[in-house]
């Protein structure tokens, strides 16, 4: 196996988000920027700015602008706190979910923020059901109760321990009634929230202009004025930018070269942080497909795949080879992949094929999109493509669309093998099995597991203590190892290149690796 062994020296700041000083303090008085606002640069842009039809990377502008009633002050791993005073389970089954309000709310437009925009809010997802939206959080609410100003009472139907990681989800942004149809988006373009952060103007897959929000009340110090965002449409662009002080910082969308360009230390004047990350990637097996339906095959797949030579050929080493759904730094995370297969090997493979009659090679056609993953998915296909024809086991054709059409094509069925990555919606082992499995799931292919459903999650959802279901995610992930319908192929790192003015980029990712611009300032100011 290919092991990573560049040395970032004086260019990288090696951060773990879970080894983070803690800080949770009040808000901080605002600082004097006579140099403008902190410039930040991405290629992920919102597809919205209404949090009830978003259940995607516009949560990244969301965690700025909107306020959630808990989030992750600076080194939490858990939810604390923020729009809300206090938050508990008020009985013994995880069924009722009770939080106070801070006392004087406002949102950025001075309107009163209380327990019933609260209940608004959370009710109004349900209601516009948005297609591609957050509802499918809410699976375990039955009704939300709204008791006088600051009180807010969530009502579950089955016991849910990880109910208060979907309220610090920025799905759950708690938005003005006033603004905001109880029924239908928002389209004038506008937002109305209580965050850190006011949108003081907006252009579509441009830039997003923040500023200080005078009337937040929560746990985030700033340590800027402003910031600027700004949208590119690929990494090299977007590193020009950086290179001639167009922009302050990078943040998610570096391809593998650049990240290489910039350990380099090329350029003197550039920082490069390096951070923990949870997205992952993965292939996803068709079980109506009459190749892709058949275990041996699926299996025949996973034995021959090599992961460290996609993360070494592909990504430069900027990933790491993934061998469990749940990818390392969460309780739970297993290797059964690699426990179960070891090393790639083609006359493995071919005995587990001949053992279930299959003696030709097999035709599998494989699909992934040309516009959501980065620029090196193309090249990580056509290794993949690669390695399976070269065993001779397999004859593999690569089709492509762009994200709009690929997700209507797999949610019809009509691929029998296709790529897809994963960024958390929180924290915990859950999110990287839940929305996989079951009846309708996250991948439109059904894939039932009677035991993951009806047993482990939902034993797994009764008990509070997180770290007291490592047992039950293991039992999962061996599941998943056995039925090869899903294939764990990376797990990404988190890297953001800034000027060397530029501080607090350690501090600005949170859990769900969604960048807290307050974290940011420049060294001269503070």
Not at 54 to 82: C, H, K, M, V
Not at 170 to 190: F, N, Q, T, W
Not at 247 to 254: F, N, P, Q
Request: glycine share 8%; with cysteine.
């Amino acid at each position: 196996m290919f092991n990573r062994r560049r040395c970032l020296r004086h260019l990288a700041a090696i951060a773990s988000i879970s080894s983070l000083a803690t800080g949770c303090g009040v808000l901080s008085s605002d600082s004097s920027d006579d140099a403008g606002p902190i410039v930040v640069g991405t290629t992920s842009a919102p597809s919205t700015l209404d949090p009830a039809a978003s259940w995607d990377g516009s949560w990244e502008l969301f965690r700025n602008i909107y306020q959630t009633l808990l989030a992750y002050p600076n080194g939490a791993t858990t939810p604390q706190p923020d729009a809300a005073e206090r938050c508990a389970f008020t009985d013994g089954s995880s069924r009722i979910y009770r939080c106070r309000l801070r006392a004087g709310m406002k949102f950025s437009d001075g309107h009163t923020l209380d327990a019933q925009a609260v209940k608004y809010s959370i009710d109004r997802i349900r209601a516009v059901k948005a297609p591609g939206g957050p509802a499918g959080l809410l699976g375990s609410l039955d009704r939300v109760q709204a008791l006088g100003d600051r009180e807010v009472v969530f009502h579950l139907n089955q016991s849910d321990a990880t109910f208060p990681f979907v309220l610090a989800t920025p799905a759950m942004s708690i938005v003005d009634p006033e603004d905001y149809p109880a029924h239908s988006l928002r389209e004038d373009g506008k937002v109305s929230g209580s965050g850190p952060y006011a949108l003081r103007s907006y252009a579509e897959g441009k830039q997003a202009e923040l500023v200080t929000n005078k009337s937040y009340k929560g746990f985030a110090q700033r340590r800027n004025d402003a910031v600027t965002i700004r949208y590119f449409q690929d990494s090299s662009t977007m590193v020009k930018a950086l290179r001639d002080r167009r922009i302050d910082l990078t943040y998610r969308g570096l391809a593998a070269a650049d990240i290489v360009s910039l350990e380099s230390k090329k350029d003197k004047n550039l920082q490069l942080i390096e951070g923990s990350g949870t997205d992952i990637s993965y292939l996803v097996f068709n079980p109506k497909d009459p190749w892709a339906g058949k275990l041996a095959v699926r299996k025949a797949v996973a034995q021959v795949v090599d992961r460290a030579a996609i993360a070494h050929k592909v990504y430069k080493d900027t990933v790491d080879p993934l061998y469990s759904m749940v990818p390392k730094g969460l309780t739970g995370h297993t290797t059964g992949f690699f426990d179960d297969y070891g090393e790639p090997s083609t006359a493995k493979a071919r005995k587990m094929l001949s053992e279930a009659g299959v003696t030709e090679r097999v035709p599998l056609t494989l699909w992934y999109t040309t516009d959501r993953y980065g620029s090196e998915t193309a090249q990580q296909f056509q290794e993949l493509k690669r390695q399976l024809d070269g065993s001779g086991l397999f004859t593999v054709t690569l089709k492509s669309r762009p994200w709009k059409t690929y997700v209507d094509g797999y949610e019809k069925g009509e691929y029998p093998v296709f790529g897809r990555g994963w960024f958390p919606d929180f924290p915990d082992a859950e999110n990287f099995i839940a929305p996989f499995v079951g009846k309708e799931n996250a991948l439109g292919t059904p894939y039932p597991a009677p035991k993951i459903t009806g047993v482990l999650l939902p034993r797994s959802r009764g008990e509070s203590n997180r770290a007291d279901v490592e047992k039950d995610f293991e039992e999962a992930q061996q599941i998943l190892v056995d039925d090869a319908r899903l294939l764990p192929l990376w797990q990404g790192r988190q890297y953001v290149a800034a000027n060397d003015d530029i501080s607090g980029a350690e501090q600005a990712l949170d859990p769900s690796t969604i960048m807290t611009v307050w974290q940011l300032h420049r060294k001269a100011s503070w």
